[in-house]
């Protein structure tokens, strides 16, 4: 199993950046997937998932309206448009999937992730 994140570094507060997300060694179509955060000294957090499972979607509350997901199911691919970022975006995100919760338990609750990418940096200067 392999998540493989890319598309982080370092941009203006204000500006824009998508994170992509290829899976591989799973069945894709079965899982919901999607990025959470932790930024130094905090504690992780759901950003965002998809799931063609159950057509479900989830946002944190802190990037609703900012960040939007979408997935290439050809391509195994998720992805995250960031825009208006804020330096309070700053963190390392994570590439994550889960088969057997709905977007809403497993990333509103950070529970039962079965798969994690490796991070990639986030960083948005003011």
């Known amino acids: 199993v392999q998540l493989q994140a890319s598309g982080g570094g370092l941009v203006q507060e204000g500006g824009s950046l998508r994170l992509s997300c290829a899976a591989s060694?799973?069945?894709?179509?079965?899982?919901?997937i999607g990025w959470f955060r932790q930024a130094p000294g905090k504690e992780r957090e759901g950003v965002s998932c998809?799931?063609?499972?159950?057509?479900?979607?989830y946002y944190g509350i802190s990037v609703k309206g900012r960040f939007t997901m979408s997935s290439d199911n050809a391509r195994n691919t998720v992805y995250l448009q960031m825009n208006s970022l804020e330096p309070e975006d700053t963190a390392v995100y994570y590439c994550?999937?889960?088969?057997?919760?709905?977007?809403?338990?497993?990333?509103?609750?950070?529970?039962?992730?079965?798969?994690w990418g490796k991070g990639t940096q986030v960083t948005v200067s003011s």
């Open positions: 994550a999937a889960d088969g057997g919760s709905s977007c809403t338990f497993a990333w509103g609750y950070s529970y039962g992730i079965d798969y």
């Open positions: 998809i799931s063609s499972r159950d057509a479900g979607t």
């Open positions: 060694g799973f069945t894709f179509d079965d899982y919901a």
